[in-house]
Antibody
């Protein structure tokens, strides 16, 4: 069974840093591209970042570019999101998601339960 | 960025009703369109991928159609467990983008 378990969320002051982790099991983690998606309280889903299978390529939403860094450790089956210079508007539940491909189209087939990040003074 | 617009934003329907949710992309995305269901406090769950393919384990009352810019999610006979918020999402280009969501309530 595929499992994604996020951790590392919590309360942080504006300008602070936090590192999220996503522990994967039940599939060949090193073969899968991975993404982070966030959801502010009461709001919709917003894509944050993605990383390819070997960690050599990453992409970011404009809103987090230069502040967040996605990475992975395939030996530990773990995905990370390093978040620096946090702002109030980064407050959200952060989900990690694994990707599956069909007919050249990727979709998020498995999601973690999410970890809440609250940025507040 | 490709904008995804869903309609309606919310709807209330009765058990047994046929429900349709539409999603429009700001530019052609071929069939690079997925649908998710999210219940309160839970992670999203994929229902439909590549516009019309039913995810394994998802009831056959869910179906998807469309290509280019206009897409539809249909629930043929609404069940009580179908409440929640539905999102479309394009994976044609980065940043991938989601619709704003359609909140479905059961009357």
């Amino acid at each position: 069974e595929v499992q994604l378990v996020e951790s590392g969320g919590g309360l942080v002051q504006p300008g602070g840093s936090l590192r999220l982790s996503c522990a994967a099991s039940g599939f060949t983690f090193s073969s899968n591209w991975m993404h982070w998606v966030r959801q502010a309280p009461g709001k919709g889903l917003v894509w944050v970042s993605r990383i390819n299978s070997d960690g050599g390529s990453a992409a970011y939403a404009d809103s987090v570019k230069g502040r967040f860094t996605i990475s992975r450790d395939n030996a530990k089956n773990t995905l990370y999101l390093q978040m620096n210079s946090l702002r109030d508007e980064d407050t959200a539940v952060y989900f990690c998601a694994s990707v599956r491909y069909s007919s050249g189209v990727y979709y998020f087939d498995s999601w973690g339960q999410g970890t809440l990040v609250t940025v507040s003074s | 960025d490709i904008q995804m617009t869903q309609s309606p934003s919310s709807l209330s329907a009765s058990v047994g009703d046929r429900v349709t949710i539409t999603c429009r992309a700001s530019q052609s995305i071929s069939s690079f369109l997925n649908w998710f269901q999210q219940k309160p406090g839970k992670a999203p769950k994929v229902l439909i991928y590549v516009a019309s393919s039913l995810q394994s384990g998802v009831p056959s009352r869910f179906s998807g159609s469309g290509s280019g810019t206009d897409f539809t999610l249909t629930i043929s006979s609404l069940q009580p467990e179908d409440f929640g918020t539905y999102y479309c999402q394009q994976s044609y280009s980065i940043p991938c983008t989601f619709g704003q969501g359609t909140k479905l309530e059961i009357k």
